[in-house]
């Protein structure tokens, strides 16, 4: 009995180291050949993003510490170079605040990447990239390769010329306010939850919605559309009162206003707004909040007369 035991006991011990290793899945990512940045078709000495990635920006600007991904612009790969240049929106500023881009297309002296290589003192003193005082600026073959590219439209991989994105204007939020502008009833919540319906007192027969809204390309008195529309059901809105804003800038800033008459409303029952606007850019009016988003931004965008 014993003898078996032990046998027993050293064969438990042995089983793991007997036990022929299981092979891991094949991961077919494994499989991606990531060396090759080249688009077919466009040889890699064009002046493409491919190229200029290739010489410059991998081997002198994506370095440990700086633009590896950790913050803007991102020089890992030819594509995100380009998504984080070509028409990317300046985080850095000089002190005149005078870039609107990275790179533009066809344009050196609005393109913040030129004067970041070439200017000494854009920002700061000696913060010239590779910076001043922990690198060694760029030889003039690279800079006239990044001069030459931008000048040749700054284009992608497959040699194409960006072009300045417009997007749908972003509607970005509203104040219902008393028709006196002396009182603001949205910050009164129903129980006092920010995203619940805002209280309308049941004696108040009009107030404004006065709805913020910006746009990349049109000026925001120049936007279409724009209306209210309000329903008692947070998903339909096909029977909706529809009611027509009115734009007002007092100051710095710039509102599209609807008058509600509240008095046709009815009372201690939920009504749901939606806006919509149009930068004259679009088939479609931009709409807000929409079917698909979650139910707090209907509920936030909504009043009860109390």
């Given at each position: 009995?014993?003898?078996?035991?032990?046998?027993?006991?050293?064969?438990?011990?042995?089983?793991?180291?007997?036990?022929?290793?299981?092979?891991?899945?094949?991961?077919?990512?494994?499989?991606?050949?990531?060396?090759?940045?080249?688009?077919?078709?466009?040889?890699?000495?064009?002046?493409?993003?491919?190229?200029?990635?290739?010489?410059?920006?991998?081997?002198?600007?994506?370095?440990?510490?700086?633009?590896?991904?950790?913050?803007e612009p991102?020089?890992?790969?030819?594509?995100?170079?380009?998504?984080?240049?070509?028409?990317?929106?300046?985080?850095?500023?000089?002190?005149?605040?005078?870039?609107?881009?990275?790179?533009?297309?066809?344009?050196?002296?609005?393109?913040?990447?030129?004067?970041?290589?070439?200017?000494?003192?854009?920002?700061?003193?000696?913060?010239?990239?590779?910076?001043?005082?922990?690198?060694?600026?760029?030889?003039?073959?690279?800079?006239?390769?990044?001069?030459?590219?931008?000048?040749?439209?700054?284009?992608?991989?497959?040699?194409?010329?960006?072009?300045?994105?417009?997007?749908?204007?972003?509607?970005?939020?509203?104040?219902?306010?008393?028709?006196?502008?002396?009182?603001?009833?949205?910050?009164?919540r129903l129980?006092?939850?920010?995203?619940?319906?805002?209280?309308?007192?049941?004696?108040?027969?009009?107030?404004?919605?006065?709805?913020?809204?910006?746009?990349?390309?049109?000026?925001?008195?120049?936007?279409?559309?724009?209306?209210?529309?309000?329903?008692?059901?947070?998903?339909?809105?096909?029977?909706?009162?529809?009611?027509?804003?009115?734009?007002?800038?007092?100051?710095?800033?710039?509102?599209?206003?609807?008058?509600?008459?509240?008095?046709?409303?009815?009372?201690?029952?939920?009504?749901?707004?939606?806006?919509?606007?149009?930068?004259?850019?679009?088939?479609?009016?931009?709409?807000?909040?929409?079917?698909e988003q979650?139910?707090?931004?209907?509920?936030?965008?909504?009043?009860?007369?109390?």
């Amino acid at each position: 009995m014993l003898l078996l035991i032990s046998c027993g006991t050293f064969m438990l011990l042995t089983l793991h180291a007997c036990k022929k290793d299981t092979p891991e899945p094949h991961n077919p990512y494994d499989d991606i050949v990531r060396d090759d940045t080249t688009t077919s078709g466009i040889p890699v000495d064009s002046l493409t993003i491919t190229y200029l990635h290739k010489k410059v920006l991998s081997t002198r600007c994506a370095l440990p510490g700086c633009h590896v991904g950790n913050f803007e612009p991102d020089f890992r790969t030819p594509q995100s170079s380009f998504s984080t240049l070509v028409y990317a929106p300046v985080l850095k500023n000089n002190a005149q605040n005078e870039y609107a881009f990275r790179v533009i297309p066809y344009n050196t002296a609005k393109s913040v990447l030129y004067q970041r290589v070439t200017n000494c003192c854009f920002v700061n003193t000696n913060d010239r990239m590779p910076q001043d005082d922990i690198g060694v600026p760029l030889p003039d073959s690279s800079l006239n390769l990044i001069t030459d590219w931008i000048n040749y439209g700054a284009r992608d991989m497959f040699g194409l010329v960006a072009r300045l994105p417009n997007n749908e204007p972003l509607i970005q939020g509203y104040i219902g306010l008393s028709t006196d502008y002396q009182t603001q009833y949205s910050t009164n919540r129903l129980d006092s939850i920010y995203y619940n319906p805002f209280i309308v007192p049941i004696g108040v027969s009009q107030f404004y919605i006065a709805v913020v809204v910006s746009d990349d390309s049109t000026a925001i008195s120049q936007l279409q559309y724009n209306k209210l529309k309000i329903s008692q059901n947070a998903d339909d809105f096909s029977s909706a009162i529809t009611l027509p804003a009115t734009y007002l800038s007092a100051g710095n800033n710039q509102v599209w206003v609807a008058t509600v008459n509240a008095s046709s409303l009815p009372a201690n029952d939920t009504l749901y707004m939606r806006y919509y606007v149009n930068d004259g850019q679009h088939p479609q009016n931009t709409e807000f909040p929409r079917d698909e988003q979650i139910y707090a931004y209907k509920t936030y965008w909504s009043f009860i007369r109390q």
